[in-house]
């Protein structure tokens, strides 16, 4: 975690297929990727050249910060404990994730707004502090009231326009989801809201990244999946799905085995995962 963020995700590098395969469709992919990292100085990642070959993306599902800047909710805590708001938001940060894959790896479930109220309580209780039952709820609810990342719009027309389905598969809730998509004029640009309530198993649990293949009915050779954290990165390249990290925070690579075809400090990465850049 930054000094002003949520723990949550990324390097200014980019993957590129490292060969061109037989088929044509595929080589011509693979050119277009080869000439867009000696553009920008791009890196190939181990495993990527395979990864890029298997045919075009018809469809990517999007993890909901590549999409919204979650940096206001720790704004917003430091706005109501102005002194200690930066040591309780990492606090918070850190015990909501650790309990989102706690309730994952036990095969439980609650939703993200109770989750994330328990790992506040407990981040306050922690580090002496007292929160009351209005200011959890206020805190909690800045979830649903998040800004789109400047490159976002623009990134998903185009996507649109190739003729890609574009989908939320999220942690958060939908009704979080679906509030900001209102509050940035996205409503029109996705063709599905998935949040891990449907499966009730948080990512990265195989039923949450499964539900793309259901709402697409597409196999995985056909999807992509946008990142925001590296631990969601690995989670959907383990799945198996190509998959764009967008490290927007610039933290280091998940050493976690193969990782994430692609990866891009903004929405550039999911265009070149798209063949689009």
Do not use: C
């Not at 990517?60 to 109501?80: E, H, M, N, Y």
């Amino acid at each position: 975690m930054s000094d002003d963020t949520p723990a949550l995700a990324t390097a200014a590098t980019f993957a590129v297929p490292g060969r061109e395969g037989a088929d044509p469709a595929a080589a011509h992919l693979s050119r277009r990727g080869a000439i867009g990292a000696i553009t920008v100085g791009a890196a190939l990642l181990p495993g990527a050249g395979n990864a890029l070959a298997r045919g075009p993306i018809e469809a990517i599902a999007f993890d909901g910060f590549p999409i919204f800047d979650p940096r206001s909710v720790v704004q917003k805590v430091v706005a109501l404990i102005p002194d200690r708001g930066r040591d309780l938001a990492q606090a918070w940060s850190t015990k909501l994730f650790g309990n989102s894959w706690l309730y994952t790896a036990a095969g439980q479930y609650a939703p993200f707004d109770d989750v994330a109220d328990n790992a506040l309580r407990y981040a306050a209780e922690s580090l002496g502090m007292s929160l009351s039952t209005s200011d959890r709820r206020m805190l909690v609810s800045a979830y649903a009231d998040l800004v789109a990342w400047p490159d976002v719009k623009s990134a998903l027309q185009k996507l649109r326009d190739a003729g890609i389905r574009l989908a939320f598969l999220s942690n958060l809730g939908e009704a979080t989801l679906r509030a900001n998509m209102a509050r940035n004029g996205l409503d029109t640009l996705f063709d599905h809201v998935l949040s891990t309530d449907r499966v009730r198993a948080f990512k990265p649990s195989p039923k949450a990244y499964a539900m793309a293949l259901d709402a697409f009915g597409l196999p995985k050779a056909r999807i992509g999946f946008a990142a925001f954290g590296g631990w969601d990165a690995a989670g959907a390249a383990w799945f198996g799905y190509r998959t764009a990290w967008v490290n927007r925070l610039g933290v280091p690579l998940e050493r976690l085995g193969p990782g994430p075809a692609i990866v891009g400090s903004d929405m550039t990465a999911v265009l070149r995962l798209a063949a689009l850049a």
